[in-house]
């Protein structure tokens, strides 16, 4: 039998992936999330991005704020939350996830930022969730 890598392996890579700071990075570490997606997809069960997966990535994104990688934050955001409206509360977003997102925003677009911010809070309020504030997020509101 075959080793099979699994969600751990990947999140422990992709981890180490995002300290890189060669550029080439971002597409790499999006494209192995893609990847991990897929093979789920497929019915891989021992690979199953989860928020941690999905934070590692949106966080290494983060730190280059262009617009390339801004559309790609946003389309994983919208994945988790999708994926977490279906159920699966494994992806759903938080703190973390919010704060990188409106982190790479704040840089392109400010308000965009505080629709996010406002949405989460909101979100959080309505489901009565404690959320605690980082430095970034406060100065992203």
């Known amino acids: 039998d075959k080793a099979m890598p699994n969600s751990f392996v990947f999140n422990c ?15 790499v570490i999006y494209k192995t999330l893609m990847s991990m997606e897929s093979q789920q997809k497929r019915g891989n069960t021992t690979v199953i991005p989860d928020t941690i997966t999905y934070n590692i990535v949106i966080g290494k994104l983060a730190k280059m704020s262009t617009k390339d ?3 790609k934050v946003m389309k994983l955001l919208t ?5 977490e409206k279906d159920g ?9 996830t ?7 925003q704040e840089k392109l677009d400010p ?13 959080a309020i309505s489901n009565n ?8 997020g406060s100065r992203s509101l």
């Open 129 to 136: 969730i404690r959320v605690p504030m980082d430095r970034v």
């Open 79 to 83: 994945s988790m939350e999708e994926r």
């Open 69 to 71: 990688n801004a559309k």
């Open 13 to 27: 890579t992709l981890s180490m992936l995002a300290r890189c700071k060669e550029d080439w990075v971002d597409d």
């Open 111 to 123: 308000r965009r930022a505080a629709s996010i911010a406002s949405s989460f809070l909101e979100r």
């Open 88 to 96: 699966n509360v494994d992806v759903a977003p938080d703190i973390i």
């Open 98 to 104: 919010y704060t990188n997102v409106m982190k790479v």
